[in-house]
């Protein structure tokens, strides 16, 4: 093994009887449990020879990829620090909602990652408002200039970024306060008791599983509205309102507070059962999809510095849209 410095994490992972069930390979396996990170940069990191077997760990021998450990093994991965993105500007297409010298308003497209982050150090939001919005860099975080809110990468949707500090400043305070209307749609599996509902609780980084969050554990107070709009058979046409705005929020509270997980979500849910439940046509149409269906459909909020009412709303993407009238 690579000597440890300062700048690398280390991190030790025991394998346990119920992971080798859910896991047939070891690149599964920790790309479930480390956040942010694909298999393709856990294949670099074993290529480095930074992931190995800890020095107490009862399972010695050689480590593969394509397999999973014993139980009881201790897995160590060295995580080298993120590597200084030069965050230059990017043409990737964005459709803007509106714009004035202050902020801009987009549609995030499905698939696309908000800020750089480890394994994505190219091609997100903020490389393609750098090519659209050039003198955003110095408003913000240094590695997510303009960045006030985001969206995780399956989801799409309405969202504003700042341009300049003073709207940056401002906005976020918005978010802070709740002051912001934010509402989404989604497709989710399961039965639903009630219409419509509040769903509160804490959400915090999940104990076993770091690329998830989990419902009622230590960590921040969440709130949800629910209101369903439409069922066909298992599948619930439900809108969302935002009260606060937590990482994996609405993923997280369908799915453990209602048991409704999000349709073809792969950390709250399990796409290969949700296939079951549709009929041939659309599950041969989703078969490969990598995205959770959740829209963030409307942004409203008063503009930080002009003080005006802005309301913002976007169509869902056309699968889902397409998915919708199959349904029905």
């Avoid at 000597?3 to 390979?25: H, M, N, Y």
């Avoid at 999940?206 to 369903?228: E, L, S, Y």
């Amino acid at each position: 093994m690579n000597p440890i410095d300062e700048t690398i994490e280390s991190l030790q992972i025991e394998v346990k009887a119920e992971d080798r069930v859910e896991f047939k390979r070891l690149d599964q396996f920790l790309a479930a449990k480390l956040d942010h990170f694909s298999r393709t940069t856990i294949k670099t990191l074993f290529t480095q020879e930074l992931i190995s077997f800890d020095d107490l760990s009862p399972v010695q021998g050689k480590l593969e990829l394509k397999k999973m450990p014993q139980e009881g093994a201790i897995i160590e991965i060295q995580i080298p620090p993120p590597i200084e993105s030069s965050l230059e500007p990017e043409n990737i297409p964005l459709e803007k909602l509106f714009e004035d010298e202050h902020l801009v308003v987009i549609v995030k497209p499905q698939g696309l990652v908000t800020h750089p982050a480890p394994g994505h150090y190219t091609g997100t939001l903020v490389h393609a408002i750098l090519y659209h919005c050039p003198d955003l860099k110095g408003v913000g975080e240094v590695r997510r200039p303009g960045i006030v809110h985001r969206l995780d990468k399956g989801t799409s949707g309405v969202m504003v970024v700042a341009k300049t500090n003073q709207a940056h400043e401002g906005l976020v305070n918005l978010f802070a306060t709740h002051d912001i209307h934010r509402r989404y749609e989604c497709l989710c599996l399961g039965h639903l008791s009630k219409l419509e509902g509040k769903l509160e609780s804490t959400i915090g980084r999940h104990p076993q599983n770091r690329k998830k969050m989990a419902a009622d554990v230590r960590g921040k107070k969440a709130i949800t509205h629910f209101k369903r709009l439409a069922v066909y058979g298992d599948i619930n046409h439900v809108e969302c309102t935002l009260e606060t705005g937590r990482t994996h929020q609405i993923r997280v509270h369908l799915s453990q507070l209602l048991n409704c997980p999000i349709l073809m979500d792969e950390l709250y849910g399990d796409p290969r059962r949700h296939l079951k439940h549709l009929s041939t046509e659309l599950a041969t149409l989703l078969k490969e999809t990598p995205h959770p269906f959740l829209h963030a459909k409307e942004l409203g909020f008063v503009h930080p510095i002009t003080k005006e009412k802005l309301f913002f709303s976007s169509p869902a993407p056309e699968l889902f849209q397409t998915v919708l009238e199959k349904l029905k």
